[in-house]
Structures are given as C-alpha cells and as structure tokens.
C-alpha cells in the first residue's frame, strides 16, 4: 500500500513501501512507447489466452479478475449465454492460473461491460438487462442473481443502445450505489426524438422513460437481501454515444469518451472528433449538462469547433503530431484512470481503447492505438501504437494498483467469426512506487487538503491507527474547529 506524505498543519512527510518482483516476460506483439515513456519500466505479459471476445474487467476483493465472456462465434449474434469468469495469478507472475472458474453463466449472449461495487456485480450487454448479481461467501463462490434492470427500445432504434455502466458509492450512504448507463443517439447525425423505457426484474422502483442522447443515473438500495430502486435522473445531454466511464478516484469527478459523428460521405473518415468530456462530482444530479449533439461538435481534422453551443470536450482527438497526416486514433470504447503506482507522468491521466475500423486488425486497422491522455493540459499520445500485426481492438480497460489490464476484443479483427480469439494483456510497473500528493493551505479560516490519488485516512497520531476519512474528495475543507488530526493519503 502506498501513502501520500502525511501532513499535520505545514509538516509534510513522505513514506514509501515498494515490493517488486523478477519474473520471465512473454512476448508481446506490441510494446509501450510515447514522450519520456521507458519501456523497460514495465512488465508486459499476456494474462489469459484463448478467450472468446473479453471486454469487461472488474478487480474482485482478493485481487483476482472477474471478465465478460461470450460462447458465440459471432460477438453480436448467438443464443448461448455469456459468462463471468474469474481469474487468479497466485504467483503474480502476469500469467492468469488457468482458464478461469464460471461464477455465473446464465447472462445475455453479448457482454461488454462489468463493475464491482460492495457485495454486488453489475454486468450489461446490449440489447440486454443489465443484471445484477450477489457475490458470496469469499471471491470463488459462485454468484447469485439479485435482479434485473430491462430497457426496451422503440422498434428500429437499432444504433448506440446501452453498452457501458459504471457504479459509485452514493455519497452519504453505506448501503447505496449510483448507477450510470448511456442511452445513446438513435442515429448518426440528429437528435433523438423517441425515448426508451426502463422496467425491472425484482428491483421495485426501477421504471421510467429514457431520454436518448443521454446518460442516465439510478440509485440502488441494498438492504443485503433486496434490492429497490430510486432517483431515476439524466444527468447529460447532447451525446451520440458515450461508451466509456470512469470516475477520478480523488476528486470523484466524472470522466466519459464522446465517439464522433460517422462520416457522412466516408463512413471511415469522421465528420466530427471523438472526445474526452466530464462533469465535476458536485454537478451531478443538478441541471442536466448539455454537450451539444448533434449541432455542436469539434470537426475532425480541422479542429474547428462548429455551432459553438454546448459544453465543449476537455479533448478532441486529432491525428498525430499532424492533424492530416498523423496517427489516427478512432472509436474511443473504455476508459480507466491510469494505475496509481504507474510512474510519474502516467499515474494521474486517462488511459482509452479505440476499436477502430469496425472489423479489421493488424496493418489494416490504423485507428486502433491505446491512447494515454492528460485531463490537466488537454495533452496525449499513443501508448501502444495502432496498426500493428496482431493487434485487434483493445477495447477493454481495467487499472489495479500498480497494473493497466488490458482486454483485445478479437486480435483477428472479425467480430463475426473470433472464437477464441481474445486476449488479455497486464501492463505492470517495475519501478518503485511514488507516493501520493497530500498538499494543505489556508483558504480564510479553513484550512482545505488537496491530494493527486488514493483516498484521504486520517489519524490522532503518527503512530496510526489510521480510519479512511468518509466520503472524503479533493480538494477537501477542514473545520475551523477540528481537533488534531493527521492526514495521509493512501492507494
């Protein structure tokens, strides 16, 4: 475990465990790169094999990996149902122990996204439910199904259905989850007019209409047998199809991609950039952000931003260096923030997986780079390149501790014919651990603590014993009247 420099008033103090460990490598047939990226700093290994269209990852509590499978040849078509397996690496040498263990197998036929939040899983698949699971007793036990969240799309809405999820901890509670989920456009170029309808499975209170061109959020109430369901919101507007989540674990701002407008004429060249956008953590559930859809976007290559209404993206990805001869980076698909023990310069950004030209790999697939991007500077390049021999689509993401897992849907390409055909790669850090940031100053009578990663924990003493600060986000206001504390901050 790594902690931030402790800081009581002005004092600052840093401490530092680091554990690293020589194991044999794998061949790869990429490796990392990018402005003052050291490859030798890394461990990269090819975790699991063999696996028929892997996408969505989620860190179990042991450390092992629960992962979305699909028994089909085709990953949008087949009858028999997907999978969640787990997988473990006892000897954390980055290759998975096996061929994993089925926790629960009676899920929709496609599945692209995963999350773990307290004692329970959710796992979507369009044009599916997203299912709600119960772990059990230790990570190995099989799950058990707690219920089902059912959207029903008017007849011919055919495009950018529900594809990604994403939990958090409702604020101020201990027993309710936040669950986010897009409904996408029901086109490429114009506004959605028609909604869908949300019913339920045993989770009473989940219904309503869903605005397309959104993002939605509900909050689950676990009483650690039931499920009920409350404050169906929008919380954002104007988006063709934002299928990548990820929350800034210090600030709990949320992050999400924006995939661009389609070519009008070229279906391979985009009419506007895919975008990296969010909406700060004290916003949500407010006003519903507008970010502009379909009238409002930056242009590809140009860069122009057209319309000029709406909330414009942190960043539009652009060919590189050169906007119209560079590398090209498309279809943005997850999303993670990069691994907090990952060395300086790739520890505090957004690490996004771009699929790409929809059916192709290797050479003929020069859209499908791993892309490491820097919220702060608007800044990013590509940290695996794309159109490289096989390589499919990295689509999947999941960052641990000091680990990027990394998911290749199908390194053939063909998402019509890849059985077996999956991948999963682990992008381990070898260097020593730099710990967290933990700054304090005044601001009037308070005095407020600011931190990069991790989470605040909080102390009478030096000595510990240390408690995590609830719902504790950067930057952080203390009491004027608050007794002696110490504080670090800890991942």
Same mark, same amino acid.
């Given at each position: ?239 063709? &199809? +934002?299928?990548?989540? @990820? ?6 701002? %949320?992050? $999400? ?5 389609? #070519? ?103 859209? &499908? +780079?791993?892309?490491? @991007? ?6 990013? %390049?590509? $940290? ?5 021999? #096989? ?101």
């Amino acid at each position: 475990m790594m902690f931030s420099r402790r800081v009581r008033l002005e004092l600052q103090v840093a401490f530092l465990s680091v554990l690293l460990m020589v194991v044999q490598l794998s061949a790869q047939p990429f490796t990392v790169q990018g402005p003052g990226v050291n490859s030798n700093d890394f461990r990269v290994t090819t975790f699991a094999s063999g696996l028929s269209f892997p996408l969505g990852m989620a860190e179990l509590p042991d450390g092992s990996l629960l992962v979305t499978l699909v028994q089909n040849a085709s990953f949008s078509s087949g009858t028999n149902p997907g999978r969640l397996v787990r997988f473990t690496d006892a000897d954390t040498n980055g290759i998975a122990d096996g061929a994993g263990t089925v926790l629960y197998s009676n899920l929709s036929p496609a599945l692209t996204s995963v999350r773990v939040a307290g004692n329970l899983v959710f796992v979507m698949g369009r044009p599916h439910p997203i299912t709600v699971l119960r772990m059990g007793a230790t990570p190995a036990s099989p799950l058990t199904l707690a219920g089902r969240l059912i959207i029903t799309y008017p007849s011919g809405w055919t495009m950018h259905q529900h594809s990604e999820l994403t939990v958090r901890k409702s604020p101020g509670f201990t027993n309710r989850y936040d669950l986010f989920f897009q409904t996408g456009a029901e086109s490429n170029f114009a506004a959605t007019t028609r909604t869908a309808t949300l019913t339920n499975e045993n989770i009473s209170g989940a219904s309503g209409s869903l605005p397309g061109d959104s993002i939605q959020m509900i909050t689950l109430i676990d009483d650690g047998a039931t499920l009920t369901a409350t404050n169906l919101t929008r919380i954002a507007s104007g988006l063709r &199809n +934002p299928a990548g989540f @990820a929350f800034q674990p210090a600030t709990g701002n %949320f992050y $999400f991609e924006e995939n661009g407008i389609d #070519g009008l004429v070229d279906g391979n060249e985009p009419h506007s950039a895919d975008e990296l956008n969010f909406i700060a953590r004290t916003n949500i559930g407010g006003a519903v952000d507008f970010f502009g859809f379909p009238s409002n976007y930056t242009s590809y290559r140009t860069n122009v931003f057209v319309g000029g209404a709406g909330i414009p993206p942190l960043i539009a990805f652009q060919p590189i260096p050169n906007p119209f001869t560079g590398r090209e980076s498309e279809g943005p698909n997850q999303i993670t923030f990069a691994p907090p023990g990952f060395p300086s310069g790739l520890n505090t950004g957004v690490f996004l997986g771009f699929h790409g030209k929809f059916s192709f790999a290797g050479t003929t697939n020069e859209e &499908n +780079p791993l892309v490491y @991007a820097d919220p702060a500077t608007g800044s990013y %390049f590509h $940290f695996i390149l794309g159109q490289q021999p #096989g390589i499919g689509h990295l689509d999947g993401l999941l960052a641990t501790r000091d680990s990027l897992f990394v998911a290749d849907l199908v390194t053939t390409g063909s998402t019509s014919s890849g059985l077996g055909a999956g991948v999963i790669y682990q992008i381990k850090s070898l260097l020593p651990a730099t710990p967290p940031t933990l700054t304090i100053h005044r601001v009037g009578v308070h005095l407020e603590l600011t931190w990069d990663r991790g989470v605040l924990q909080e102390s009478a003493e030096t000595s510990g014993p240390w408690t995590e600060v609830t719902d504790a986000f950067s930057p952080l206001l203390l009491p004027p009247d608050s007794s002696r504390k110490f504080f670090r901050s800890v991942y």
